[in-house]
């Protein structure tokens, strides 16, 4: 049975980064500032920055709601599971997926949110959980299917304007090869 500390541990990268989206949309609303221009607008010189600073900017309060749950949730789990590769996975869902997007959406608009890292490590836990074929794994694999499934399928296709599918499309691309390649390497650790 898990002690309170590795609960607690598992979570703090989660929650730091959730805690900078809640001060980032504080700032925005109650400065009227507009943080937007931090996001990730592919190809251009300052569309660079949101390579960094993309997940941490977000629309409205709903869209700011919508990521934090699932972020804590996985990021949670990924790191109180997977504690040894937890960083690597978190590292490259945040930073490949936004490359990602930069290089190659379409859109020529701002992309930001944290969907695309949510996507990243939804994949990553669901695939690498197949792919290790223990138990554990297994479950958590499933538990992510019953939860996110159905949203993570529809999510990749383009559906609204105003949600970058690309980031959702990249993300779940990123956590899906970083399963494979993890795996691959025989990193196998719980």
């Known amino acids: 049975m898990a002690n309170e500390n590795q609960i607690f541990g598992s979570s703090v990268v989660p929650f730091r980064l959730v ?25 251009t010189f300052h569309g660079l920055l949101g390579i960094f600073f993309a997940p941490m900017v977000h629309g409205s309060l709903g869209h700011l709601i919508s990521n934090t749950f699932p972020l804590l949730f996985l990021g949670t789990l990924l790191y109180f599971f997977y504690d040894r590769i937890g960083g690597t996975v978190f590292f490259n869902c945040y930073f490949i ?4 997007v930069w290089l190659f959406s379409p859109r020529l608009s701002y992309h930001i949110g944290a969907s695309g890292l949510i996507y ?14 223990d138990f554990l794994s297994l479950i958590i694999s499933l538990v992510i299917i019953l939860i996110y499934g159905s949203a993570f399928l529809y999510g990749v296709f383009p559906s ?3 949600i970058s599918w690309e980031a959702h499309l990249f ?4 956590g899906a090869a970083t399963a ?3 795996e691959r390497n025989k990193k196998r650790v719980r």
């Open 171 to 174: 993300g779940a691309l990123t």
């Open 180 to 182: 494979f390649t993890l």
């Open 120 to 133: 990243g490590i939804g994949a990553f836990l669901i695939l690498f959980g197949l792919l290790r074929q």
């Open 19 to 43: 805690f900078i989206m809640w001060l980032s949309f504080s700032i925005e609303f109650f400065y009227n500032i507009d943080l937007g221009f931090l996001g990730i607008f592919p190809r």
């Open 160 to 162: 609204d304007p105003r």
């Open 97 to 100: 997926t936004n490359a990602l």
